[in-house]
């Protein structure tokens, strides 16, 4: 998965010379792996073959057929990536602050200052610049329902400068059950009312669109949103028939079949699936970065990975803000309770939580060398 993929080789980055282990000798991805105790977590889509979510459809598709890079087909090789914005002057004030940024993190300094989510999103973006087969599908797919004025809708200048939401309704493989209420625990730990504590269970929780649309209108009471750009993969189409309905804000979406999403099975191990799969989960992270403020499942690696882009594309100065539908935060991943007491027993730092979420599938054994 692409965030395990980021998350690993950003903690490589900033490691510091003392701690940072020496990669592999061949450190391409799929070249070789070690084996986890979980099988269905060798997530093998990041390669150069076939007999994965990724390359087949995309070898049996419109827009890359017969590619052998289906990475590459979505997102472009590193280190070769063109972007549509040119990189400062060395010399200029913004030049020097991106070297110094560089340069502290890569000694492993400052592991515990909020700079380090400006590390995590430069290598999200670097990893994740998109092909023109995807801005194109994008251009094809993106769709607009417009209720009142804001951006992407018209109206005066100060309805155009509200800020943006992004959603991502989380409605697919990962369901087990139905939740019409938010958190605020996360979604792999019930109450078991006989120990008088949460406790792991089995299986996840997916969110109802009126939780969703709860607290996106808590957005709009704190930041005056008006348009929201929205990720789903809900099968049933629901959440789209209701857009033409929802007249507080104005929906920003991309058009795709998604009759494919019914759970049947996790989808890494799916030989069902067209193109549209891949690259609706690669557009869906470009249109949603472009965002200001975020409501997600932040026990996903989807929503985490549209959270990392977002803050390189942030135009101020902070954090954008989020609300997590499902109880995860920041310094948790989806194998622990994510009470606020046990995440401040942990006591981590921000480079340590960053690396963590990434890592609960056994990501980094695929990029180290264990001796």
Request: hydrophobic residues 35%; positive net charge.
């Amino acid at each position: 998965m692409i965030h395990q993929l980021v998350t690993a080789n950003y903690y490589h980055l900033t490691a510091g010379s003392r701690e940072r282990r020496p990669l592999r000798a061949q450190p391409v991805p799929g070249s070789h792996y070690v084996k986890t105790t979980q099988p269905g977590f060798r997530w093998n889509v990041v390669d150069y073959g076939v007999g994965n979510v990724f390359a087949d459809p995309l070898n049996t598709g419109k827009r890359c057929a017969g590619t052998r890079s289906a990475w590459h087909c979505l997102w472009q090789r590193f280190p070769q990536q063109t972007t549509t914005v040119a990189a400062p002057p060395p010399e200029s004030p913004l030049g020097m602050a991106a070297e110094y940024l560089y340069n502290i993190s890569l000694n492993g300094e400052s592991k515990a200052q909020l700079l380090q989510y400006m590390v995590i999103a430069g290598v999200a973006n670097v990893f994740s610049t998109p092909t023109e087969h995807t801005r194109t599908y994008i251009r094809d797919r993106v769709r607009t329902v417009c209720h009142r004025g804001g951006p992407h809708c018209g109206g005066s200048a100060d309805e155009l400068h509200t800020p943006v939401a992004a959603v991502h309704v989380r409605h697919g493989d990962s369901c087990d059950r139905t939740r019409d209420e938010q958190g605020p625990f996360n979604s792999m730990f019930a109450w078991d009312a006989k120990k008088g504590k949460n406790e792991r269970v089995g299986f996840r929780y997916c969110y109802t669109w009126r939780v969703y649309l709860q607290q996106l209108r808590e957005m709009q009471r704190r930041y005056g949103v008006r348009t929201v750009l929205l990720a789903t993969d809900d099968a049933k189409g629901e959440v789209i028939e209701r857009l033409g309905k929802e007249t507080e804000f104005n929906w920003v979406y991309l058009d795709f079949p998604r009759g494919q999403f019914q759970k049947r099975g996790w989808m890494e191990f799916r030989h069902d699936l067209d193109e549209n799969a891949p690259f609706s989960i690669v557009a869906a992270l470009e249109l949603l970065s472009a965002a200001d403020v975020f409501v997600g499942n932040m026990g996903s690696h989807v929503s985490r990975m549209v959270y990392n882009k977002m803050v390189a594309s942030s135009a101020t100065s902070v954090l954008p803000p989020f609300i997590s539908v499902d109880g995860y935060g920041m310094c948790c991943d989806f194998t622990e309770e994510c009470a606020k007491q046990d995440i401040r027993k942990r006591r981590r730092d921000t480079r340590q939580c960053i690396y963590k979420y990434g890592t609960c599938t056994g990501g980094d054994q695929w990029f180290f060398h264990r001796g």
